[in-house]
């Protein structure tokens, strides 16, 4: 996707979020986007667009103090962080998108005052849902950047699932918006050799193999 409506439409069909702001929360959300679009490298596409409230925190907060344990200091987050997010103490509604170049983008428009920002997906150590009945919060910590996004208890699960794809993905270099599970599914059910014998015989009525090459194949099919 390289356009602000396609990143729109995408987030609305995969139910990735939407802007609750009354009359012009959709006009808003697509303002958002075209910050995304604009910051677009030449070859760069987004592979998976979302729709959030933004909740930044100060990166000083999460560090780990001296002479704290690995486990102490993700008991102290986890306190710190648990109920602390709230709709309305979030920044707004900000648009995000994971890149096929790694970045993970998100922007929000506002008049006069536009707030951009990128992070390599590889900086990311930390994605950790924090649900409730209904609402939910995203917390994402990299290595210059610590921030929530928070929405309905499902937006975010689908949204921590879309990342931990997306990093996966990265690690393994294939960065093509197909999620893991997707391309696992399609790796472990490969063409049979009945499918393959009629994309033969496809390919001989199309000129495209010569009836020899055809014939050896199916005597090979019927060994």
Same mark, same amino acid.
């Given at each position: @996707?390289?356009?602000?409506?396609? @990143?729109?439409?995408?987030?609305?069909?995969?139910?990735?979020?939407?802007?609750?702001?009354?009359? /012009?929360?959709?006009?808003?959300?697509?303002?958002?986007?075209?910050? /995304?679009? $604009?910051?677009?490298?030449?070859? &760069?596409?987004?592979?998976?667009? *979302?729709?959030? +409230?933004?909740?930044?925190?100060?990166?000083?907060? *999460?560090?780990?103090?001296?002479?704290?344990?690995?486990?102490?200091?993700? &008991?102290?987050?986890?306190?710190?962080?648990?109920?602390?997010?709230?709709?309305?103490?979030?920044?707004?509604?900000?648009?995000?998108?994971?890149?096929?170049?790694? +970045?993970?983008? *998100?922007?929000?428009?506002?008049?006069?005052?536009? $707030?951009?920002?990128?992070?390599?997906?590889?900086?990311?150590?930390?994605?950790?849902?924090?649900?409730?009945?209904?609402?939910?919060?995203?917390?994402?910590?990299?290595?210059?950047?610590?921030?929530?996004?928070?929405?309905?208890?499902?937006?975010? *699960?689908?949204?921590?699932?879309?990342?931990?794809?997306?990093?996966?993905?990265?690690? $393994?270099? !294939?960065?093509?918006?197909?999620?893991?599970?997707?391309?696992?599914? !399609?790796?472990?059910?490969?063409?049979?050799?009945?499918?393959?014998?009629?994309?033969?015989?496809?390919?001989?009525?199309?000129?495209? /193999?010569?009836?020899?090459?055809?014939?050896?194949?199916?005597?090979?099919?019927?060994?």
């Amino acid at each position: @996707m390289k356009k602000a409506e396609e @990143m729109y439409a995408f987030a609305r069909k995969e139910k990735l979020g939407f802007n609750l702001t009354p009359l /012009i929360g959709p006009w808003l959300q697509k303002k958002h986007f075209k910050l /995304i679009e $604009d910051a677009l490298g030449r070859d &760069e596409e987004v592979l998976v667009s *979302f729709i959030a +409230r933004h909740h930044p925190e100060d990166r000083e907060n *999460f560090q780990q103090e001296q002479g704290e344990s690995p486990e102490d200091f993700h &008991e102290r987050i986890s306190n710190k962080q648990t109920g602390k997010v709230r709709y309305f103490s979030c920044k707004g509604f900000t648009a995000y998108g994971i890149t096929n170049a790694g +970045r993970l983008i *998100f922007a929000r428009w506002v008049p006069f005052n536009n $707030d951009y920002k990128s992070i390599p997906l590889s900086n990311i150590n930390t994605i950790n849902p924090n649900t409730r009945i209904v609402w939910g919060s995203l917390r994402i910590e990299s290595f210059r950047e610590v921030f929530s996004i928070f929405w309905t208890k499902r937006v975010v *699960f689908n949204i921590a699932k879309r990342l931990e794809d997306s990093k996966s993905d990265m690690q $393994d270099g !294939v960065m093509d918006g197909i999620t893991t599970a997707n391309r696992q599914k !399609v790796t472990s059910n490969p063409m049979t050799s009945t499918e393959a014998l009629k994309e033969r015989k496809k390919a001989l009525d199309e000129g495209l /193999i010569t009836q020899e090459e055809y014939d050896a194949y199916k005597e090979k099919f019927l060994k």
